[in-house]
Structure formats: structure tokens, C-alpha cells
């Protein structure tokens, strides 16, 4: 399988190599940071969760035939903290990132740079009604040793503006390192693109 790189060109190839297949499969594997809970934290009334994405990896793709296709990628570090906070539409005003730290289990810490940090994200519409949200994701990223760190303990100073007033609060998440796979069977090309750039569905940050 030859690997490929995730550009826009790299996806217009593949894509005029698959009009000629109609069916195949996309797998992919990441090292991933999997939190320990997936509940949302209430602040200001607004409910917050965090998420380490990763920004590395590779894709590839082999044709059996011209008729079945293989697509893969996989995903790894270096990671991208990401702070979504799901709030009510003419309510809930901006975000703000105060600080960010991590602790793995090794013992080792990294703390983010004030200047990495945006003043405000501010609150948008999304597809439900009445909804709104508001995504930070760093400028700088977190590159962990998978192997050898461990669990990473992710801290977040923030601020959740409403109309009337301004609330702090830390959000302290701990993510777990696994490797996870999945497989997808697919026949329409626009899955494939999607897939090999990495691209996600709107609103697909809202918390859940």
C-alpha cells in the first residue's frame, strides 16, 4: 500500500482512481487519549467537555481489480487540546482560556504559553435550535511520549460569559492512551474524501 499524504491533491487522485471502483473500505487506526468519563461539566450553565485530537499520521489506498478499494489512515500525535462548551442561544455570550497544564503519569508537566491563548471564543449558532457553542482549539501542541507517559491529566482554567456575569472554573480531565481501530464499509466517493482529510461534520464538537 503506498502511503499518501493528506492534501487536497492527494484526495483529487484517489478520488479519479475510485470512480471506477464501487465499493470498498476505509480503516483507521489511532492513538488515541480516551477520557475517563464522558460527562460534561456545568459552568455558568453551560456544559463543557475537553478532548486531545490528534494532528499526525498518514493515509493510503490500494485497488483490487479496479473494483474494491482499501483506504486507511492512521492517526497520532503530536495533540491539540480541544475545550467545546455547549450554551443557550441569547444567553451564553464567549468562552475564555485562562491557562492549560498537563501531568502525565511519569511525573512530567508542560504548561502552555498565556500568549498561545485566544481573549474570547464567543458562542455560535449551530444546527439545534436554540443552541449555541463555542470551540477552542490550541495553537500549540502537546506531544507526549504514547508509550512511556502514560495517562495524561489535563487541567483547563477557563471563563464562561453569559449576559450578566462572568464564572471561572477548572475543568480537570484525565485521558487514558489506547489504540483503537475502525472499519468502514463505503460505496460513495464523498465518504472517502471525508475520511482520508480528516474532515467532520459540523457541529460534530457539541456535547453530547
Same mark, same amino acid.
Given at each position: 500500500?503506498?502511503?499518501l499524504p493528506r492534501s487536497a491533491s492527494s484526495v483529487a487522485l484517489i478520488g479519479a482512481s475510485l470512480l471506477l471502483t464501487s465499493c470498498g473500505h476505509v480503516r483507521e487506526k489511532s492513538r488515541a487519549y480516551v477520557p475517563s468519563s464522558t460527562e460534561a461539566t456545568q459552568v455558568n450553565g453551560a456544559r463543557v467537555i475537553t478532548r486531545l485530537d490528534p494532528q499526525g499520521g498518514d493515509s493510503g489506498l490500494s485497488l483490487s481489480a479496479m473494483v474494491y478499494f482499501a483506504a486507511s489512515f492512521k492517526t497520532e500525535g503530536p495533540y491539540q487540546v480541544v475545550v467545546a462548551a455547549q450554551g443557550r442561544e441569547g444567553v451564553h455570550q464567549w468562552l475564555e482560556i485562562k491557562s492549560v497544564r498537563f @501531568?502525565?503519569?511519569?511525573? /512530567? %508537566?508542560?504548561?502552555? #504559553? !498565556?500568549?498561545?491563548?485566544?481573549?474570547a471564543v464567543f458562542f *455560535?449558532? &449551530?444546527?439545534?435550535?436554540?443552541?449555541?457553542?463555542?470551540v477552542y482549539r490550541s495553537a500549540m501542541q502537546f506531544t507526549p511520549d504514547w508509550e512511556?507517559?502514560?495517562?495524561?491529566?489535563?487541567?483547563?482554567? @477557563?471563563?464562561?460569559?453569559? /449576559? %450578566?456575569?462572568?464564572? #471561572? !472554573?477548572?475543568?480537570?480531565?484525565?485521558?487514558?492512551?489506547? *489504540?483503537? &481501530?475502525?472499519?468502514?464499509?463505503?460505496?460513495?466517493?464523498?465518504?472517502?474524501?471525508?475520511?482520508?482529510?480528516?474532515?467532520?461534520?459540523k457541529g460534530e464538537d457539541l456535547v453530547e
Open positions: 500500500m503506498k502511503s @501531568l502525565t503519569a511519569t511525573g /512530567r %508537566t508542560q504548561q502552555m #504559553p !498565556a500568549s498561545t491563548f485566544e481573549e *455560535e449558532s &449551530t444546527s439545534v435550535p436554540e443552541t449555541v457553542q463555542a512511556q507517559d502514560g495517562a495524561v491529566t489535563l487541567d483547563v482554567d @477557563l471563563v464562561i460569559a453569559d /449576559r %450578566t456575569r462572568r464564572v #471561572p !472554573a477548572r475543568i480537570r480531565q484525565t485521558f487514558r492512551p489506547e *489504540e483503537l &481501530t475502525k472499519t468502514e464499509f463505503v460505496n460513495v466517493l464523498g465518504d472517502i474524501g471525508r475520511a482520508l482529510t480528516g474532515n467532520r461534520a
